[in-house]
């Protein structure tokens, strides 16, 4: 618990003012989290980094992650971000072809699949940090008070088993006791918050968010428990890997852009 605290503290300290900056190093800092996070899922498979799929997955992944923003750079080469998507993506399907199958058609799809899963949920980290700090805020909150009184709850109340294969630690009753609590959390951005919505509006909202972001985590548990290990990776000292960290993010953050608050 005591290497749990540290390793909270000291995250947040060269984490949050990066997110209140923004900008190019919230970039870089999103760019870093990612690669870490694609390490750990290629890592799980036995699929090395430092190798030429990896440094094609990286690639691709890179390419994913470009911000709107900066997309102008490709336009004037004449290029689209899917455009470069596909000739990677078909790199990748021809190594298979090169190395006579020692790296093989399933670890390409398991490859490309890691890319999309994590670049995507990555990618809207960026997009909602440049639609304010308010909506970034609102996500963490939201997942915090998901997380804690699905915890709380459950210990104390939980009978059912949510998903016993996959989590079996999870209950029904601490699931619905964390949509309350996000509900909470709805009510106050709503009526303190400029979140350009309603408080029922943003309640449904944080409804369907919260249930994702559960989702999220049994995803991540799931990936863990396929391939028998304990967390997603180390570099979190207590708390696991990045992908331990922001299994519920990144299917939050897509969704939270579908949903146009911004």
Known sequence: MKQRIITGVIAAALFLPIVFFGGLPFVLLTYFLATVGLYELLKMKKLGIFTVHGFLSVLLLWVILLPERYEQALITLNYTKIEIGIVIILLLLTYTVITKNRFTFEAAGFTILSVIYVGIGFYYFIETRD?????????????????????????????????PEISPNKTVEGSLGGVVCALIVAILFGLFADMNAT?????????????????????????????NVKDSGNILPGHGGILD??????FVLPLLNLFHLW
């Open 199 to 227: 408080v029922l509006t943003l309640m449904a909202i944080t409804v369907i968010l919260s249930i994702f972001g559960q989702l999220g985590d049994l995803v991540q548990s799931a990936f863990k428990r396929h391939f």
């Open 131 to 163: 639609a304010g700090l308010v909506y970034i805020f609102y996500s963490l909150f939201m997942i915090w008070a998901t997380d804690s009184g699905a915890y709380f709850i459950g210990k104390a109340t939980g009978k059912r088993k949510l998903w």
């Open 245 to 250: 960290r922001f299994d519920s993010l990144l």
